[in-house]
C-alpha cells in the first residue's frame, strides 16, 4: 500500500477513505514484524562479500537492529514516522468507531519498528494512546461504556501501548511521568468492586508487567501505594473462580473441567507481576498483617500448583511461575500449603496433606528431566523445597522418603541410574555454580545437615564441594546446621550393612578389588617410586599448574606452606613439632 496515499487521505479528513486504505494497509503488513528486509538482505550481503575480499570483519552486528543503526535517511523509514505522526494528530479528532479501530491497528503494526516509534514514545503520544486506552482518570466513561466497539478499541491503544512501552526508554519515562501505572490499578480496583469478572484485563496486565519489569521505581509504587499484592491476589482470586475452605484453604476439586487457556493465560500474567513486587520482600520482618496478606497469596498459589490447565505445557508454565513466587514469600507463611485437610485421593504423610509437595516435586523432576536453562528454570523449585525443609520437618521427612530412600543398591556410583536421588547427584558436578550449589544443598538438608550420611548418599568425591565451601572437610558434624532437624536415625538396609566396610567412600559404591601396583617391588624400588611421584607435584606446584592445598583446623581448604611445596618421602612421614613456626603458618 502506498504510504503516501494514506497520508494523504488523512490529511484531506476523509474517515471512509482512511479507513478503507489503511485497512489495506493493515492487512497487507499483519504479520509484518521487521521492515525493509530487502535492504537488509542486501547490506548482510555487502558485508560478506567485503569479508571475503580483505579477510577480516571490523564489526559483527548482534542483532538485525544493529543494521538500523544508520538508517536516519531510510525513505521508507521517513514515511512511517511521518505516518505515525499524521495518525496521532487524526486521533484527535472525534472519529467513528471503525475509523479509530483501523488507525490503532495500523499504530499497533507501526510500533513494531524500533527506529519509527517517535511520534508514539512523545509525551503527545504516550498521553494520546492511554486516553484511547481509557486508562487516565478523566476517560472512565470511555472505559465504562461505548459497547463492544469501544471495548475492542481500547484493547487495540493497549497493545499499541504494550509495544511502544517495551521498545522505547522514552516512552517508559513518559509512562512515568503520566502515572500510567496508578491509572491501571484503579482500573483493576473498579473491576474488583464490582465482582466482574476478568475478561478483557489480559493486555492491561501485560502492560503492568512491563512497566513493573522495566522500571524498578514502579515496583514499589505497585507493592505499597497501590496495596499491589492484595489487589492482584483478587484478580487472580476471581480469574480461577476459587471456592475457599475453611481458613486459608482453597477448595481445589480436581474432576472441574481443566482451567481454559484463556484463564491460565490470565493467571499467569498475575503470577509476572507478583514476582515483580514480591522480589524485595524482607521475609524475616513481616508484621501480623503482612503475614495474613502473605498467606492468603500462598493458599492462592498452592490451587495454582495442583490446578488443571488445557494442555501439558501450559500447566507446566503455570506451575513455574507459581513457584517463582512462592520462593519469594517468607517462610512462616508456607505452612499454609501443608494445612488443609486429606481428602479421597490426596498424598499423606504422617496424617499431613501433602498433594502441593507431590506436585512440587513432580514439577521439578520434569525440569531435571528436560535439562533446558536448569538456572533459571530448576533452581528455584530447588531452593523452595529447601527452605521448605529447613523449616519445616513433615515437608523434609516426606521429601526424603521420596529422594533418599533407604540405601539399597550399593554396587552403582550414586550419579548412575534414573531415580531422583541419582539425578540430583548429577547436578552436584554440574558446570554451573548455582546449579550443582542447589542440588546439594537440597541433599544436605535432606540428611539434616550430617556430614556422614551426606556422603553415604552421595559419595565423598560428589559432596567434596559442598563440604569444602561450609568448611566440614574436617570431618563429620552431627547434624544441625541451619535448621531445626529431629533426632531420627538414619536406618540402614540389610544390603548397606554387608557391604558397608567394602564402600569406596569417595566413589560411594562397592569397588571390584584392584590389583596391588606395587605388588612384586622391593622395598628400595617402592621408595624410588614414592621420589618420583614427589618429584612430579613439586614440579606441578613450581610451575603453578597446581597448588597443593590442605584441610585446616576450620575444615576449610587452604594453600599449604612452603616446606610442604618442596617435600620428600621422609618429610611426609614427619610431623611438625609442637610451637613449629612454619606449621603455625600453615594453619592461618
Given amino acids: 500500500m502506498d504510504l503516501e496515499r494514506i497520508l494523504k487521505s488523512i490529511e484531506l479528513g476523509e474517515q471512509d477513505r482512511v479507513q478503507r486504505d489503511l485497512n489495506t494497509y493493515n492487512q497487507e503488513n499483519a504479520q509484518c514484524f521487521f521492515f525493509n528486509v530487502e535492504e537488509r538482505e542486501r547490506r548482510k550481503q555487502q558485508e560478506l562479500e567485503e569479508f571475503r575480499r580483505n579477510k577480516f570483519r571490523v564489526h559483527v552486528p548482534d542483532s538485525d537492529s544493529d543494521y538500523d543503526s544508520d538508517r536516519s535517511d531510510d525513505p521508507e523509514l521517513k514515511l512511517r514516522q511521518r505516518l505515525g505522526q499524521a495518525l496521532i494528530q487524526f486521533l484527535a479528532q472525534d472519529l467513528q468507531p471503525c475509523c479509530l479501530l483501523s488507525c490503532l491497528e495500523t499504530i499497533r503494526i507501526l510500533s513494531r519498528d524500533r527506529l519509527a516509534l517517535g511520534p ?90 512491563l512497566l513493573t519489569a522495566l522500571r524498578p521505581e514502579l515496583r514499589c509504587q505497585l507493592a505499597r501505594e497501590e496495596r499491589g499484592v492484595s489487589l492482584l491476589t483478587d ?3 476471581r480469574a480461577l473462580c476459587v471456592r475457599w475452605g475453611d481458613s486459608y484453604e482453597v477448595l481445589t476439586d480436581r474432576l472441574v473441567p481443566p482451567l481454559s487457556q484463556e484463564d491460565s493465560q490470565l493467571a499467569i500474567e498475575i503470577l509476572k507481576i507478583l ?41 507446566e508454565e503455570l ?14 507463611c508456607l505452612d499454609v500449603l501443608l494445612a488443609v485437610r486429606v481428602g ?72 548412575v541410574g534414573s531415580t531422583l536421588r541419582n539425578k540430583l547427584v548429577r547436578l552436584m558436578t554440574h558446570v554451573d555454580t548455582d546449579v550443582k550449589h542447589c542440588a546439594a544443598e537440597l541433599l544436605f538438608v535432606l540428611c539434616k545437615e550430617n556430614v556422614s550420611r551426606f556422603v553415604k548418599y552421595t559419595g565423598y568425591g560428589n559432596a567434596a564441594g559442598l563440604l569444602a565451601a561450609r568448611g566440614l572437610l574436617a570431618g563429620s558434624r552431627g547434624g544441625g546446621g541451619e535448621g531445626q532437624y529431629s533426632e531420627d536415625s538414619d536406618s540402614d538396609t540389610e544390603e548397606y550393612r554387608e557391604a558397608r566396610s567394602r564402600i569406596n567412600p569417595v566413589t560411594g559404591r562397592v569397588e571390584e578389588q584392584q590389583p596391588d601396583p606395587l605388588e612384586g617391588l622391593s622395598e628400595e624400588e617402592k621408595e624410588e617410586e614414592a621420589r618420583r611421584l614427589v618429584s612430579m607435584l613439586n614440579r ?3 610451575d603453578q599448574i597446581i597448588e597443593p592445598v590442605g584441610v585446616m583446623e576450620d575444615g576449610r581448604l587452604a594453600p599449604l606452606g612452603g616446606r610442604r611445596r618442596n617435600c620428600t618421602p621422609d618429610t611426609l612421614r614427619e610431623e611438625p613439632e609442637e610451637g613449629d613456626g612454619e606449621s603455625e603458618r600453615d594453619s592461618d
Fill in 319 to 332: 506451575q513455574g511461575h507459581t513457584v517463582n513466587v512462592l520462593s519469594l514469600l517468607p517462610l512462616s
Fill in 120 to 209: 508514539f514514545s512523545s509525551e503527545e503520544g504516550v498521553r494520546t494512546l492511554a486516553r484511547l486506552a481509557g486508562i487516565q482518570s478523566a476517560d472512565r466513561e470511555v472505559a465504562r461504556g461505548g459497547g463492544e466497539d469501544v471495548t475492542v478499541s481500547r484493547t487495540e491503544a493497549v497493545k499499541a501501548l504494550c509495544n511502544v512501552v517495551y521498545n522505547s526508554q522514552g516512552a517508559q519515562e513518559q509512562a512515568c511521568r503520566l502515572r500510567l501505572l496508578s491509572g491501571l490499578a484503579g482500573r483493576l480496583k473498579l473491576s474488583a468492586e464490582s465482582r466482574s469478572p476478568p475478561a478483557g484485563q489480559f493486555y492491561d496486565l501485560r502492560l503492568i508487567f
Fill in 344 to 415: 479421597p485421593g490426596s498424598a499423606e504423610y504422617m496424617g499431613i496433606n501433602m498433594d502441593c509437595v507431590e506436585a512440587l516435586l513432580g514439577f521439578m523432576e520434569r525440569r531435571l528431566d528436560r535439562g533446558e536453562k536448569l538456572r533459571e528454570k530448576l533452581t528455584p523449585v530447588l531452593n523452595l523445597l529447601t527452605e521448605s525443609s529447613r523449616a519445616h520437618r513433615e515437608t523434609r521427612r516426606y521429601l526424603r522418603s521420596q529422594v533418599l530412600p533407604p540405601l539399597r543398591d550399593v554396587l552403582s556410583r550414586p550419579e
Fill in 275 to 315: 514476582f515483580n513486587i514480591t522480589c524485595n520482600i524482607h521475609k524475616a520482618s513481616v508484621d501480623e498483617e503482612e503475614a495474613a496478606l502473605y498467606r492468603h497469596l500462598a493458599a492462592m498459589l498452592r490451587h495454582c500448583l495442583l490446578v488443571n490447565c488445557e494442555g501439558e505445557e501450559q500447566r
Fill in 235 to 237: 484478580v487472580l482470586e
Fill in 540 to 542: 606441578l606446584a613450581r
